[in-house]
């Protein structure tokens, strides 16, 4: 009785994530920072799952960076949204994942806004066909893609070459796992464990072998906060938050860190390499960081991909120590070859952080 | 020009986000902002509520509605479903309506903002792309950005992007066309009004100060200065 309890309850946490023939529509960050990451996730849908994912060359920003940062208007970001969802419905889908955290928020924002004001939708309907001549139909399914990798990841362990185990001791790697504030903080319904208990990146790290790490500051924001890290003269607030995640998960000695948002997983990597040389600290006992992934390169790594086609080389913080644990095999002098294996040079050394 | 009250009250954001607040400070506890600035939500939402109009005005006139960083952590503690995030969004547009925003040095801020992002998505098509994360403005990105940014094109080819290219792919080129979709969008939906209003006032603004301002780009002393200026009275 008390599990089925249990079960009944856990059941408002979960949500419906759609099968296969997906509208793809890419993250700004996410291209820009670690590209590598929605090809990887591409090839897997694609090539290893064998789904339909579609993508149109149409598709833009949803502006959501000039959103939360108040440059942008609501029904401005609302009318680029229903444009993205009249691409979609033109091509023939009614499941959209966006790839950017950020966007998954607000088109979560933009339909339940819609759903509790209908004037709003009818309003946004006559600026799109004003501005654009389009039309559309709202989707059926709205997932994060994070979402469709947590739905498969059972299929991707089955599929899998290598888990999340120290091949050396034979021991799960301690995770960290970071969602990002928008995954579900804004609508808890609409993330997969809600705002309280989000298991999107927790179901794909259990499933693949690993131990997740439950620390104080779990649930803390990394520190975007968009206007505070895009104007220089207010990255201070964006470097002190993440700090005050890494003071609070140092003592658990994390192997590495997991992100489902573009700019958590960029700004998880980048502000160690600040934080190294501003102060000369590390949050690993060997001054090497805390290497940081996305979930689509967890993924890749698991599917046995090698980690310079996914682009592990655009991390600042050295993966090394982490493949190494995973006894996975990699050329270190391949890492910062060209698409031909040509040379173009490798990134300078920084003081501190050892790479 | 109505009461300010009134005003917000037209904000869709408001309207969700301001159910009535019980003072409890919940929002406070967890806010990113309030630990790191001169920042309280609390009080933000009694301000508001309070109605009180020479309030509110000396409020969007003030460093404080800047703070916030639109995690929306509030809005899940909030025992009254409340958003003090939604509430600061409002409070920022009417803000930039009014030109107030110049009167602090964290709102002048959105100058710079306006120019680099809105300039950048109706140029690219992309909020943020390579080309704007230039290793100057960005020393925190490391040697590895570095790196990147002098050979983003194969870089880019080699993580199977489909740089500045045609056709689909990561961080392609964004046809004519759908710019012009984009820009028609901007106009429609009063965006242009808005980055206009931030333009007139920031001019007005570097006018008063002495300092220079040109029509575009980010090449002028005015951008530089809000883009960097921290008199360190934010926190601390």
Known sequence: ???????????????????????????????????????????????????????????TTCTGIGYHTDIVPLETTMTVIARHFALMTEAGYVNIIPSCVTSFGLYTEVLDTWRHFPEIEAKIREYLWKATKREFKVPENLVHTSDIIYKFRNRIKDLSKVSLINKKTGLPLNVVEHIGCHYSKMFPQS??????????????IEAWGGT?????????????????????????????????????MQPYQPDFMVANCPGCSMFLDRWQ??????????????????PVLTYEEMAGLVMGYSPW?????????????????????????????????QNIGEPQKPMFLIV | ??????????????????????????????????????????????????????????????ETIWYCGECMSCKTRCPRNNTPGFVIMALRKLSQELGYFTDSEKGRQQFAIKRAIGGNILRTGYCVNPDIVSPRMHPEQGPVWDWISMN???????????????????????????????????????????FDTIEKHSKHKANELGIEISDEGIGNEYFMTVYTENNGSHNG
Not at chain 1, 222 to 237: E, H, T
Not at chain 2, 169 to 179: H, N, Q, S
Request: net charge negative.
């Open chain 2, 1 to 62: 020009m109505g009461k300010l009250y009134d005003r917000l009250n037209q904000d869709i954001r408001f309207i969700e986000g301001l159910n009535g607040c019980l003072n409890c400070g919940v929002c406070t506890a967890i806010c990113p902002a309030a630990e790191f600035y001169h920042y309280d939500p609390r009080v933000i939402c009694a301000t508001v509520q309070s109605k009180d109009e020479k309030l509110i005005e000396a409020l969007i006139r003030s």
């Open chain 2, 152 to 194: 983003t094109p194969e870089i880019m080819k080699k993580m199977g992007s489909n740089y500045k290219q045609a056709g689909v792919g990561g961080m392609r080129a964004i046809a004519p066309e759908v710019l012009e979709e984009l820009d028609r969008i901007f106009e429609v939906t009063g965006c242009y009004t808005l």
């Open chain 1, 191 to 204: 993330g997969v464990g809600g705002a309280e208990f989000p298991a999107v990146l927790t179901g794909m």
């Open chain 1, 212 to 248: 997740v790490i439950d620390y104080p500051e779990r649930r803390h924001c990394c520190g975007f906060g968009f206007r505070q890290y895009l104007v220089k003269a207010n990255r201070g607030y964006s470097v002190s938050n993440s700090k005050k995640k890494f003071e609070s």
């Open chain 1, 309 to 341: 086609d996914i682009g592990l080389q655009m991390h600042q913080v050295s993966v090394e120590p982490l493949l190494d644990k995973l006894g996975i095999e990699y050329k270190k002098e391949d890492k910062y070859l060209g698409s031909n294996g």
């Open chain 1, 1 to 59: 009785m008390e599990t089925e309890g249990k079960k009944r309850v856990w059941e408002e946490y979960q949500k419906e994530i759609a099968d296969d023939h997906y509208f793809y529509v890419r993250s700004c960050i996410r291209q820009t920072f670690f590209p590598g990451s929605e090809t990887t996730f591409l090839k897997i849908l694609q090539n290893d799952l064998k789904k339909d994912v579609f993508e149109d060359a149409r598709h």
């Open chain 1, 273 to 290: 390499y600040t934080i190294a040389e501003m102060e000369g600290i590390t949050y690993d006992s060997n001054g090497t960081g805390i």
